[in-house]
């Protein structure tokens, strides 16, 4: 009876200790996404957080001030001069009211009063300017042009490429368009709380040579506005003009951070271009279904039919759907295939990837309370070093966790194989990769842009428990500093 009794009461004890532990585990992983304070060109060195001794502090930091010799600042880094047409634009971040129109009103944070922002339409060679004002986001903002290849100084990451910009005060980019697509731009200082609460909007780079292949477009972001689903802004769907027989580009772009899959109803239809690069000789498709991780962008060329509309519609946005023309509603279809582009479109004649300078395998999982690459969390995971004119090879495996869109700032890759087979239709340039579990790729990467970049899960939650490492070209350092002593914390 005794013993029963010493059992029965070691149980509480046990429970206790349990929690303890799991309690402990939890904020010990996580002060890895709040560090103390830390350089993110030299992180493996001082990744410090507040469990950091003062004598190995100033160790690390007299190893950072020796390494001066032939080093060159990311914020030097800038947009060329050129006499190319100027486009500027203002964006103003700003604590919001919305009515939404379902009649509700929610809180959110904005770029000239609306989310999404302003959609910014520019063409091929212009050069963008775009002056950031902060009227009373408190913990500063930042804007991040989501797969536009600028300048390491003007990516936009709070701690890497800037300090946050503090209420009241304003920070202008500028760069080139260079290739033209669909883009996005969002804020990189406290990433997944920022873009839930609604600071983000459209990008649109026009070709210089207008193509006859479509005669109207329309942009469609979906973004996840605190518990809401919107696109374009709307709780109740878009509807796109589109007339008999007329082609249409619809830009979908996903903003939020789960996996969408869209069903085109009524049409057939091509994929043309994926996250803003054309692919060669894109097939006819009919009832496939197409689908776009968080961070992507695909366009649809849609030839509206001579009687009916086109319903696109995503089964995680049953209540948002894109209706293309009049007239009756298409006959629902079940059952499509999933879109591939292992096998989309043609090659390029004579298409050759060269030799790769430097490797790297990367697993994305998921390790306790924290999402993982190669089992560690930032910011304990080593950066991918590279010198400018490297050919990189990346193989990315998704081992668990959900679905991880694999994005990598600065740069586009080229996806040469999915699951050991090889791609052998369209060449895939991306810069955000939908990975799925079980899923494992080959990427080649030119590093042909110096700088420090980030390169995460565009889940922007799983970036905030730990998903996220760097991309760093040898020889580039930065001024700025991420952790809680400087207040910047790009992914938290």
């Known amino acids: 009876m005794t013993s029963r009794r010493t059992v029965y009461a070691g149980i509480p004890v046990l429970v206790v200790i349990l929690i303890a532990a799991a309690v402990i585990t939890y904020f010990w992983q996580m002060r890895l996404q709040k560090p103390l ?158 873009v839930g609460k609604g600071l983000l909007g459209a990008l649109i780079v026009e070709p210089k040579a207008k ?35 007329e082609l249409v580009r619809l830009r979908l772009i996903n903003a939020g951070n789960e996996t969408m899959e869209f069903n085109v109803e009524g049409a057939s239809f091509r994929v043309v271009a994926m996250d803003g690069h054309d692919l060669h000789e894109p097939g006819l498709l009919d009832g496939s279904i197409v689908p776009i991780g968080a961070g992507q962008r695909y366009d649809l060329l849609i030839l509206v039919p001579n009687t009916g509309k086109v319903i696109i519609t995503s089964p995680s946005a049953k209540s948002l759907p894109i209706t293309i023309g009049s007239g009756s509603d298409p006959q629902h279809s079940a059952g499509g295939q999933l879109f591939s582009f292992i096998d989309y479109g043609t090659p390029l004649p004579n298409d050759t990837i060269l030799q790769t300078d430097r490797r790297y395998n990367l697993k994305l999982g998921q390790n306790l ?46 996806v040469l194989s999915k699951n050991g087979v090889a791609l052998h239709g369209s060449p895939v340039y991306l810069d955000t990769l939908l990975t799925k579990k079980g899923d494992t790729y080959e ?50």
């Open 37 to 194: 304070d830390m350089n993110m060109a030299h992180h493996t060195m001082a990744g410090m957080t507040g469990m950091a001794g003062m004598e190995h502090m100033e160790h690390m930091a007299g190893m950072e001030n020796s390494l001066t010799g032939g080093e060159v600042s990311c914020d030097s880094l800038t947009a060329p001069e050129s006499s190319a047409p100027i486009r500027k634009f203002e964006l103003t971040a700003a604590r919001t009211t919305l009515k939404l129109d379902n009649g509700k009103t929610v809180k959110a944070w904005t770029f000239n009063g609306s989310s999404p922002g302003l959609e910014l339409r520019v063409t091929e060679g212009d050069r963008v300017v775009i002056t950031l004002h902060n009227k009373d986001i408190e913990d500063g903002v930042t804007i991040h042009w989501h797969g536009i290849e600028v300048p390491c100084s003007q990516d936009g990451i709070a701690g890497l490429t800037q300090d946050a910009v503090p209420p009241g005060s304003q920070f202008t980019y500028t760069f080139i368009a260079t290739t033209p697509g669909t883009y996005w731009y969002h804020s990189h200082q406290m990433s997944s709380i920022q």
């Open 211 to 245: 193509s006859a292949a479509s005669t109207s477009e329309t942009t469609a972001l979906y973004q996840q506005l605190g518990s809401t689903m919107l696109v374009n802004g709307s709780a109740k769907g878009l509807t796109a003009p589109g007339l008999p027989g």
């Open 369 to 414: 309370f924290v999402k993982s690459i190669n089992g560690k969390a930032f910011s304990d995971i080593p950066p991918m070093t590279v010198k400018e004119g490297d050919r990189v090879l990346i193989t990315v495996s998704n081992v668990g966790g959900g679905d991880h869109p694999f994005h990598v700032h600065g740069h586009v890759f080229r």
């Open 443 to 492: 990427l080649y990467l030119e590093a042909n842009n110096p700088g420090l970049w980030m390169v995460h899960c565009h889940n922007l939650k799983h970036a905030s428990m730990g998903m996220s490492m760097m991309l760093n070209y040898e020889g580039i350092t930065t001024p700025y500093r991420v952790g809680t002593q400087s207040g910047n914390l790009p992914d938290l």
